[in-house]
């Protein structure tokens, strides 16, 4: 290789990596910002607006605030779990009870960002859901569980307040998208009763 042709390399290579953090830095300057916004999205729904969006293309908003003190975790949760939404927060899943009522709300997220912090959390943990009438929760972790949704659904009865964060598994996967998935459960301190997760061997997933 001629000099020329290794300065040409050298170049090429600084000014390449140089691209890449530049195309880290606003993916993580963007993200900040997107927090930023929904953060207050949020002040505002406190204050007293419906379905506030953090901007103004946005076809979610904020519906409620969760908090992990012990892993350091402050998330505002977004009205719906598809993946425009999941990409900048957890999600409420639809069809599962508003959050706060007397039912089983069920929140997901991507295993490798926003809920990565569960395959860490103890059972014992406690959690805090703030939501839009400004009440703030205690709930604590109960039981956790790994089920197949090819051939298992998660059942939750529906006259228990019961809060399920649930996320893909396992948190190390190469490829995303696999069938397993991870129900962290969470009931509220003021009520505990246990034992209320079951796993059934039919296709499909229930997250009521």
């Not at 090819?150 to 019961?162: A, F, K, N």
Request: net charge positive; glycine share 10%; with cysteine.
């Amino acid at each position: 290789m001629t000099r020329l042709a290794l300065r040409i390399g050298i170049v090429a290579l600084a000014a390449l990596g140089l691209w890449q953090l530049g195309a880290g830095a606003y993916i993580h300057a963007k993200a900040w910002l997107a927090q930023q916004l929904i953060a207050s999205a949020w002040a505002r729904t406190l204050a007293g607006e419906a379905n506030v969006r953090p901007w103004p293309w946005a076809d979610t908003w904020p519906v409620a605030r969760l908090q992990v003190p012990e892993a350091g975790v402050d998330l505002y949760v977004l009205a719906d779990a598809s993946g425009r939404s999941l990409a900048f927060g957890p999600g409420h899943v639809s069809g599962t009870a508003p959050l706060g009522s007397s039912g089983h709300s069920m929140l997901a997220a991507h295993r490798d960002t926003h809920f990565r912090f569960l395959r860490s959390l103890p059972v014992g943990a406690r959690l805090w859901l703030e939501t839009a009438d400004g009440r703030r929760r205690p709930w604590r972790l109960v039981e956790t569980h790994v089920f197949d949704v090819r051939h298992q659904r998660l059942m939750v009865p529906d006259d228990m307040p019961t809060l399920t964060l649930l996320t893909c598994y396992p948190f190390d996967a190469l490829a995303p998208g696999g069938p397993l998935r991870y129900a962290a459960i969470a009931e509220p301190l003021t009520s505990p009763v246990s034992g209320r997760l079951e796993v059934s061997a039919n296709s499909g997933f229930v997250g009521r």
